[in-house]
T-cell receptor, first 115, second 114 residues
Framework: EAGVTQFPSHSVIEKGQTVTLRCDPISGHDNLYWYRRVMGKEIKFLLHFVKESKQDESGMPNNRFLAERTGGTYSTLKVQPAELEDSGVYFC?????????????FGQGTRLTVV | AQSVTQLGSHVSVSEGALVLLRCNYSSSVPPYLFWYVQYPNQGLQLLLKYTTGATLVKGINGFEAEFKKSETSFHLTKPSAHMSDAAEYFCAVSGGTSYGKLTFGQGTILTVHP
C-alpha cells in the first residue's frame, strides 16, 4: 500500500507570501495529524483530523495557519502570510480509526524555508 | 501534560559497540511510549512501542527498549551497532484521551564509526 505522501518536498518562499502544503494519508486512515519541527527544536503537534473534522487544533501557532481536510481524504495546510519563524519541516501522519490504533505512519515531510 | 527528555543530542559509537539512547518522560496518565527513527531524506519510521503488558519491547533492526515506570524511563538499546543505524532517533509519548497525539523529545543523532 502507498504510504503517506507530502507535497512539495521543499518550498522556498518570501516573507509575506502564501504557501500551501498537501498531505495524502494512507487510504482508509481516518486520523490525520500535522506536526512541525523548527530547526534545533523538537517535533511539535499542530492538529488532528478525524475524517474531515478537526479533533484537536491546540498546537496551531496562530491564525495565519489554516488546515483543511476535504471529504476526509487529503489535507492541506496553508500559511498566509508566511513569516520567517514559520521555517521548518512540516510532517503529516495518519493512522487507522479506533482509539487503540496507536501507530502513526509519517510522510517524508515538507521543508519550508521563508526568506 | 506530557513531556519527553532525550539525554544527549548526539551519540557516537563504534561499529559493533552497544547503542544506548536515553529517554525520560513525564505523564499524568498511563503513557504509551514510542521510538521513531529518521534516516536521511526519509520520514519517521516506527522502531518500537510500549502500550501495555510486557515492559521489554523488541522492535525492528535489533533494537529494544524497556519501560521502567519507577524511573519514568524508556531507553533504547541495541547490542551491536551497524553502520546502517546512523540516523536521528526520536522518543515520543502519548496518552489520555488522545493516544494518537504524540509529544516528542528533541531527538538524538546517532553516528556510527567504522
Amino acid at each position: 500500500e502507498a504510504g503517506v505522501t507530502q507535497f512539495p518536498s521543499h518550498s522556498v518562499i518570501e516573507k509575506g507570501q502564501t504557501v500551501t502544503l498537501r498531505c495524502d494519508p494512507i487510504s482508509g486512515h481516518d486520523n490525520l495529524y500535522w506536526y512541525r519541527r523548527v530547526m534545533g527544536k523538537e517535533i511539535k503537534f499542530l492538529l488532528h483530523f478525524v475524517k474531515e473534522s478537526k479533533q484537536d487544533e491546540s498546537g496551531m501557532p496562530n491564525n495565519r495557519f489554516l488546515a483543511e481536510r476535504t471529504g476526509g481524504t487529503y489535507s492541506t495546510l496553508k500559511v498566509q502570510p508566511a513569516e520567517l519563524e514559520d521555517s521548518g519541516v512540516y510532517f503529516c501522519a495518519s493512522s487507522r480509526p479506533g482509539a487503540m490504533n496507536t501507530e502513526a505512519f509519517f510522510g517524508q515531510g515538507t521543508r519550508l524555508t521563508v526568506v | 501534560a506530557q513531556s519527553v527528555t532525550q539525554l544527549g543530542s548526539h551519540v557516537s559509537v563504534s561499529e559493533g559497540a552497544l547503542v544506548l539512547l536515553r529517554c525520560n518522560y513525564s505523564s499524568s496518565v498511563p503513557p504509551y511510549l514510542f521510538w521513531y527513527v529518521q534516516y536521511p531524506n526519509q520520514g519517521l519510521q516506527l522502531l518500537l512501542k510500549y502500550t501495555t503488558g510486557a515492559t521489554l519491547v523488541k522492535g525492528i533492526n535489533g533494537f529494544e527498549a524497556e519501560f521502567k515506570k519507577s524511573e519514568t524511563s524508556f531507553h533504547l538499546t541495541k547490542p551491536s551497532a551497524h553502520m546502517s543505524d546512523a540516523a536521528e532517533y526520536f522518543c515520543a509519548v502519548s496518552g489520555g484521551t488522545s493516544y494518537g497525539k504524540l509529544t516528542f523529545g528533541q531527538g538524538t543523532i546517532l553516528t556510527v564509526h567504522p
